[in-house]
């Protein structure tokens, strides 16, 4: 697994399982086109790009530089990286037909060939903060009354409100999420002030 600090943009769930197998990064969906109306996404993606930056990897069709210009629409340059798949003819595995453009996705290239791609982008060369650190946990969650509890739901909103976070994250892209933004001195904090608060 390659370690990425960035906080890697792709378009769909396949495309995320298959970075998911190459790099330990916290990897978004677009969800397609969903992203052009989904305020809440839009809003995540911008404040990831403000905290740590954001690396694009779309697909090489016209539908993944749609998408890509969107969000250099919504996210100021210098806080973005692109990565670039060549275009490679042919179908994925699970699909039944070639996409209307006959291209390989991000889900169908080559692992080789999606590194050389995240090398071009220039996002090995960066420094990573290589200090231990105590993450947040879904045990944490658990004991911390966001998750398994019958006011969880409630509580986890409150949370995510503070926090200025949508609230539509399940249990572990909450705790991808708050291991982007905090540290779990930061997460106890914030946890106190909406408990006691």
């Known amino acids: 697994m390659i370690k990425i600090d960035r906080a890697v943009i792709v378009e769909g769930r396949y495309d995320k399982i298959k970075l998911s197998s190459i790099l330990d990064a916290v990897i978004i969906e677009t969800e397609g086109f969903g992203i052009f109306n989904n305020k809440e996404k839009q809003e995540l993606i911008r404040k990831l790009a403000d905290t740590k930056g954001i690396l694009i990897l779309t697909d090489s069709d016209s539908a993944g530089f749609k998408i890509r210009s969107f969000i250099k629409g919504i996210v100021p340059a210098e806080q973005i990286k692109h990565a670039y798949i060549p275009d490679i003819f042919g179908k994925e595995k699970r699909k039944t037909e070639p996409s209307k453009e006959g291209k390989l996705g991000v889900e169908g290239i080559k692992k080789e060939l999606i590194l ?9 060369c960066e420094e990573t903060n290589t200090e231990e650190k105590r993450e947040i946990t879904k045990l944490d969650l658990y004991e911390d009354g966001l998750s398994g509890r019958p006011d969880s739901d409630a509580l986890r909103k409150k949370l995510l409100k503070h926090l200025d976070l949508p609230e539509r ?13 905090l540290t779990f001195e930061e997460y106890k904090t914030a946890i106190e002030e909406i408990t006691n608060g």
């Open 116 to 124: 050389e791609a995240l090398e071009k982008a220039g996002v090995f």
């Open 169 to 181: 994250l399940t249990s572990n892209a909450l705790v991808q999420v708050l291991n982007t933004f």
